[in-house]
């Protein structure tokens, strides 16, 4: 069962534009949301993560949209780079109920074009 | 600090044949989870080790299996090999509950 649905599949954006990914979840017991980029042959590295209890974290080019009512929650990359061209992951967990266990949406393939 | 290492790198094994996979985490860190990376399935949580216990289990057969050191170093087993098992799987570690550091994984190949 998915629990994380993430969309788009793949998103091209032009360089200095804004990549907004979306992701929306059905456990309301989770309680950490946080985003990754992955590069090829690499392992997921975290870029930002957010609680329930705030509606945007900002970090950077890179804000975490969080609306708690829709159980929705986005990443929008700001000034997209080419360096930026990679997967992002979208996940979420239930720290509160014990344990690090990450649920993840399927990914989106970014590709910024100059 | 040195991030999250693991060993080996890549694997090529047959099918029926078993394989162990480590993972050094961050120094400091007690938490240590497992995930398979693959095409089909995307990124799914094997388990997570803290203190040496298995703390969660995700929907994986008993042919995977894991185990974390008192140093908090931990490994990963999977016995009779299965095509389906070719994947990249990852190591993340973590101070408790909190943020998770990925490694670079271990890409095996079932043939």
């Known amino acids: 069962q998915q629990q994380v649905k993430q969309s788009p599949q793949s998103l091209i954006v032009q360089k200095g534009g804004i990549s907004i990914i979306n992701c929306a979840y059905e456990?309301?017991?989770?309680?950490?949301f946080p985003w990754y980029q992955q590069f090829p042959g690499k392992g997921p590295a975290l870029l930002i993560a957010?609680?329930?209890?705030?509606s945007e974290k900002k970090e950077g080019r890179f804000t975490i949209s969080f609306n708690k009512s829709a159980k929705q929650f986005s990443l929008h990359i700001m000034d997209s780079q080419p360096g930026d061209s990679a997967t992002y992951f979208c996940?979420?967990?239930?720290?509160?109920?014990?344990?690090?266990?990450?649920?993840f949406g399927t990914g989106t393939q970014l590709k910024v074009e100059l | 600090k040195a991030g999250v290492t693991q060993t080996p790198r890549y694997l090529i094994k047959t099918r029926g044949q078993q394989v162990t996979l480590s993972c050094s985490p961050i120094?400091?860190?007690?938490?240590v989870s497992w995930y398979q990376q693959t095409p089909g399935q995307g990124l799914q949580f094997l388990f997570e080790?803290?203190?040496?216990?298995?703390?969660n289990k995700g929907n994986f057969p008993g042919r995977f299996s894991g185990r974390q050191f008192s140093n908090s170093r931990s490994e990963m087993n999977v016995s009779t090999l299965e095509l389906g098992d070719s994947a990249l799987y990852l190591c993340?570690?973590?101070?408790?509950?909190?943020?998770?550091?990925f490694g670079p994984g271990t890409r095996l190949t079932v043939l």
């Open positions: 120094s400091g860190h007690r938490s």
């Open positions: 996940a979420a967990s239930n720290l509160g109920g014990g344990g690090n266990k990450l649920t």
């Open positions: 456990n309301t017991a989770f309680d950490y």
């Open positions: 957010i609680r329930p209890d705030v």
């Open positions: 993340a570690s973590s101070l408790a509950r909190n943020e998770q550091f």
């Open positions: 080790y803290f203190s040496e216990t298995q703390r």
